[in-house]
């Protein structure tokens, strides 16, 4: 990944730092430390697909000395925004050089020369612009694999060594160290998948956005309430029909709803199928201190009512 240009800081001085979603920004809390100033644009409980900017956020990224987004199409704010700040600002895409996957006949598989690049403003990275999300999109929740956010920390540490050589070793470090839990979320989620029958392990989620979860960790995605990978998209009553056949057809025990969807047409598809619908956090945060108020928590949060929903339905 091409690496931003150093930046003069003055004495004290640290690097002013956006992040798009509060997942990112954790992610980048992790590796900058102390030496950065964090602004989140994405406020905690926001849909990403539906947030919309202000003028106090054109104003932060216009200070900014570089800008932490997902990428892989999520930020459709994000042009937009940069054009309103009028800001050279450098982007860099988290998800740079992640295989993205993609519908592919309905189907979750892996798009080819398909990598997690965003090319909005000037993106550091490069990469395709993948903003059609849904049939033929690519899915760009790739935070639900934790071995993703391996490289997003790497991603990160080398941008913010680029601006700040001076403090690079910090950068390293808190990467390294991070990465360690990472590999430790990883190994915990994989024990407990082994505790799903394997006939169990179908997920209905509210749209398309397990599809990295399922493929490191041996679950088929069986259907959505929303088409593809947005939730822009509304189920057309022929859709929603399908969904539930398919329910009943692979047996399936619950449909997992995220903490930023309105939740009501999931609740109908469950009534209508006699199944239940299951909370998880998706693409935001808790609050500080809630149950998932960082990454590591979000998952165990999430994978823990996975697990307890399916094992023993």
């Keep these: 990944m091409p690496s931003p240009s150093p930046v003069a ?26 030496r950065i100033d964090l602004t989140t644009l994405i406020p905690l409980g926001t849909d990403p697909h539906t947030f919309q900017p202000t003028p106090q956020d054109a104003a932060a990224v216009a200070d900014a000395h570089v800008v932490f987004a997902n990428g892989a199409g999520l930020e459709a704010f994000l042009a937009g925004l940069l054009q309103s700040a009028g800001a050279g600002v450098a982007v860099v895409p988290v998800s740079y050089g992640i295989e993205l996957r993609r519908f592919e006949g309905g189907v979750p598989g892996t798009g080819a020369a398909s990598r997690g690049g965003a090319a909005v403003g000037r993106a550091v990275g490069g990469g395709a612009a993948h903003e059609g999300e849904g049939e033929g999109g690519f899915d760009p929740h790739t935070w639900f694999d934790p071995n993703n956010v391996i490289v997003w920390t790497h991603n990160v540490e080398r941008a913010l060594s680029a601006l700040d050589p001076g403090h690079a070793g910090v950068y390293e470090a808190n990467a390294q160290a991070y990465s360690t839990s990472l590999q430790e979320l990883d190994g915990w989620i994989r024990a407990q998948v082994a505790g799903v029958p394997e006939e169990n392990r179908k997920l209905v989620t509210d749209h398309a956005s397990f599809s990295y979860f399922a493929h490191q960790y041996g679950f088929e995605q069986v259907g959505t309430v929303f088409p593809g990978y947005s939730t822009l998209a509304q189920p057309a009553a022929r859709d929603l029909a399908a969904l539930e056949d398919a329910i009943r057809e692979f047996g399936v025990k619950a449909v997992f709803v995220g903490n930023t ?8 598809v469950a009534q209508d199928t006699g199944t239940r619908v299951v909370f998880l956090y998706t693409g935001s945060l808790s609050a500080p201190g809630g149950p998932a108020g960082d990454y590591l928590s979000f998952m165990r949060y999430d994978v823990g009512a996975v697990v307890e929903a399916l094992r023993n339905s």
Excluded: F, K, W, Y
């Excluded at 969807?261 to 109908?268: H, I, K, T, W």
């Design 9 to 34: 800081l003055g004495q004290g001085e640290r690097l002013q730092v956006v992040a798009t979603t509060s997942i990112v920004a954790d992610v980048v809390r992790n590796v900058g430390g102390e």
């Design 261 to 268: 969807v309105n939740p009501a047409l999931a609740e109908q």
